[in-house]
């Protein structure tokens, strides 16, 4: 049975984890965004990303990462808040490249190796929290590992992975965010390191019917786990009908008249592929 999406934190003898399945999730966001599968894992990935990294953060909080290299699928923007609910997209979903000599979806390939990670945490407080640092690989989690530690100072290790079955569809997708704390000792920063590079992929955990708890046990093998609280996670976008109006309400009055003109309007919500449409009648109502 495949579990629903849900993130679970725990520590053990001074590490901190989250662990997240989410390929419901990442399910929703390829087929709203039409994603072939190097999107589909480009943007299953960075979607993962962004709800490990809100996890966190308090009620009311954000995050944002925005991976934006030199290869063929553009920008990949992902949004999180840690009540569980995530939304994204990238800029070209339609980009499929072959996979790599090992057979793997070649997520390198599509994101580039040159350019940036960017990561904004919206606090509420009168500044947001920015920083940014260059790619140094293209698959996203090692570049969020190293993200962490450039610009936050903060050692931690990040793994991510998205299997996208052959009829396009997201077979599992899921991920960790391991974090030491200050007060970890050697013998235990050791034992986590082996267990890190013994284990099987993210991807072939889930696919092989282990949920967030399964992933934590494998990871901490050896250690003394304290599992904290697990989260529901879910694919929601902000916009609504409300809010397109608005937006169209603010439109110059020459847009505006180019819309009458029209007759009609329709507007995209970039991150989640919704479509809102507006009669004439609807326009001039709201103008
Ligand atoms: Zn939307």
Known sequence: MIAMDHL?????????????????????????????????????????GALLFAANLKNEEAVTIKIAGDGPLGRIVADAVPEGYARGFVDNP?????????????????????????????????????????????????????????????????????????????????????QPLPDCSDAVLDRLEQNLRGMRSVTEMIDGGLAARGMIETIFDGLEINFLSETALQFRCQCSRERVASTLSSLTAKDRQSLLDDGKAEVVCQFCGEKYQFSRAELEEIF
């Open 8 to 48: 679970l934190k725990a520590t053990a003898e001074g590490v901190r984890i989250f662990a997240a399945v989410t390929t419901e999730l990442v399910g929703e966001a390829a087929r709203r965004h039409d994603c072939y599968p190097t999107a589909s894992a480009a943007l299953g990935r960075t979607l993962t």
């Open 94 to 178: 339609h980009v499929d490249i072959p996979p790599t000599a090992s057979g793997k979806i070649d997520v390198a390939g599509g994101v580039g190796r040159n350019g940036l990670v960017s990561v904004t945490r919206f606090t509420g407080l009168e500044h947001d929290v920015s920083g940014s640092c260059e790619l140094i690989s293209g698959e996203i989690a090692e570049d969020l590992t190293n993200y962490l530690f450039v610009s936050e100072q903060t050692p931690s290790s990040v793994g991510l992975g998205v299997l996208v079955d052959t009829d396009f569809s997201i077979r599992a997708a899921g991920g960790f965010l391991v």
